[in-house]
């Protein structure tokens, strides 16, 4: 009896002892001595960049709760005009610690015929909740969107351009060596812009784009991407936020990469709508057709949405040209799929320093998150599931700097491909993005020209194709490491913000 005793313990302790073994760790991203991140990089430097910034006050903040100035109930018939007034009253408060206050709708269906507007900053636009018995906003008379957020922003270059003096500036840092700093100073805000040269668009691939017979072009132009000087050491200029993409002078000589400081106008700052749904009759409609949204954040920065339950709305929530915005707990519900081959995208997230935390999504036949063209991170996806037949897919033109994270895709799948002559020619969708300890139905994770993408620690099929309406070749396929099974750290995102502002951060955005 004394021997099975001992036998039982020492089973029960081999069993606790399993069970406690650490999970393995990325290649590319593990913990090294004293806790801190170690990352491996590509032949030239390029690695996996810190996403912690994404985020309301640039990640790691707690969002606001302005007090409230402006009460209402709702009334029969049209809500708009009486909405607008409040929050144009609030509007012209003046601003204390950065808000002028919040517009408080309490419980009640509220029908809307047309958008409500928040033109100025430190505005708060707040339900009484998000459930049955809270606060509804019912779009109702010809399609529109429930919120318009956001400014009309300007910007203008100031003093002469400045060259990026180095052969290679790796993906993922700080720093970078320009012919001349001068006229630049600490704290300036600066435009970095990538030109799109013949000969980088040959290395991609992209120079040779036909549908129907007729050309596409995949982009023209520059590449802009917006950073503040945090420090100036000789002609050496390091940013605040990691670059979300390499720039290589042998493909973008001439005339190469310009640095030039900008002064921005125009931009709202601390913005918030929380604590309601938006609802509309079921949309059954193709893309091109008029349709209701939920809303739109553009032109801003530190925003945030808050709480909100998002019913049949199509093309439902773009965030464009902002920066430092949370999008937490929104989920959307759609009762019926939309129709037609071109999908509309449920969350837009075409800005910089975006976080979608713990959203949710149900429905078919849409892109669950997509972005839009000449997007540069960080973009995160944390903690998000989407359900239904849809797809995690940023989506044309050459995003870069998107992490998916933790996120739940069971019925559809994350890609980070080449899409072709989709679309108008959509060509390379994304480089330097990173699914990390996903689960998904599949992945189409393809290996960009001079860049790189990672699934890492994720669970489902892996899938490989040609270009959209080709069979062969195959894209060469991205980078996976440990794929099936889960890495540490749990999270990429949240071990890269604790690391970099400690755990009170993590509490602040409610872990």
Not at 220 to 228: D, E, F, L, W
Not at 346 to 367: K, P
Request: glycine share 12%.
């Amino acid at each position: 009896m004394k021997r099975n005793s001992v036998l039982l313990a020492a089973l029960l302790l081999a069993a606790g002892a399993q069970a406690q073994a650490p999970l393995p760790q990325s290649e590319w991203v593990r913990t090294g001595a004293r806790n801190k991140l170690v990352y491996k990089t590509l032949e030239r430097g390029d690695r996996i960049m810190d996403f912690s910034y994404a985020g309301y006050g640039g990640g790691g903040v707690s969002l606001p709760s302005p007090p409230v100035k402006i009460t209402l109930s709702p009334v029969a018939g049209d809500n708009t005009d009486a909405i607008q007034r409040a929050i144009d009253e609030i509007s012209a408060l003046p601003p204390v610690n950065g808000f002028r206050g919040a517009l408080l709708l309490k419980p009640g269906t509220y029908a809307l015929e047309r958008a409500i507007t928040i033109r100025t900053g430190g505005v708060v636009l707040r339900g009484s909740g998000s459930g049955e018995n809270g606060t509804i906003l019912q779009l109702t008379g010809k399609p529109h969107a429930c919120i318009l957020a956001g400014g009309a922003v300007r910007s203008s270059g100031t003093g002469t351009p400045a060259k990026i003096a180095d052969a290679y500036v790796a993906a993922g840092t700080f720093t970078f060596q320009v012919e001349s700093a001068t006229g630049l100073a600490p704290g300036d805000t600066i435009v970095i812009s990538k030109p799109v040269t013949p000969a980088w668009i040959k290395l991609m691939d992209m120079a040779a784009l036909t549908r129907d017979g007729k050309k596409q072009t995949w982009m023209t132009g520059v590449i802009p991407v917006t950073r503040a000087i945090k420090k100036i050491d000789g002609n050496r200029i390091t940013v605040d936020l990691p670059l979300t993409d390499n720039y290589d002078a042998h493909y973008l000589r001439p005339p190469g990469v310009e640095v030039q400081k900008v002064s921005n106008s125009g931009i709202i700052a601390n913005v918030g709508i929380e604590h309601f749904r938006i609802t509309c009759a079921s949309q059954s409609v193709t893309i091109n057709e008029g349709h209701h949204k939920a809303f739109s954040m553009r032109g801003l920065t530190d925003g945030w949405a808050s709480d909100i339950a998002v019913f049949n709305t199509v093309n439902s929530i773009s965030v464009s040209d902002a920066s430092r915005v949370t999008i937490d707990q929104v989920s959307i519900m759609h009762e019926v799929p939309t129709i037609g081959a071109a999908k509309p995208a449920d969350f837009n997230g075409s800005g910089s320093q975006l976080l979608f935390n713990r959203c949710t999504i149900q429905g078919d036949n849409v892109f669950f998150f997509a972005t839009g063209a000449k997007v540069s991170g960080p973009v995160v996806l944390l903690h998000c599931t989407f359900r239904g037949n849809g797809w995690i897919q940023p989506h044309q033109r050459w995003a870069t700097g998107v992490l998916v994270d933790n996120c739940h895709v069971p019925d559809g799948g994350i890609d980070f491909m080449n899409r072709g002559i989709m679309g108008s020619g959509h060509g390379w969708s994304v480089g330097f993005a990173v699914a990390w300890n996903c689960k998904a139905r599949s992945y189409l994770n393809q290996m960009p020209p001079g860049a790189a993408n990672w699934v890492i620690g994720c669970e489902g099929e892996k899938a490989r194709r040609a270009v959209p309406f080709d069979t062969i070749p195959y894209v060469k396929e991205g980078i996976y490491d440990a794929h099936g099974t889960p890495v540490t750290p749990g999270s990429l995102y949240l071990a890269q913000l604790s690391e970099r502002l400690g755990k009170q951060a993590l509490k602040n955005i409610g872990y």
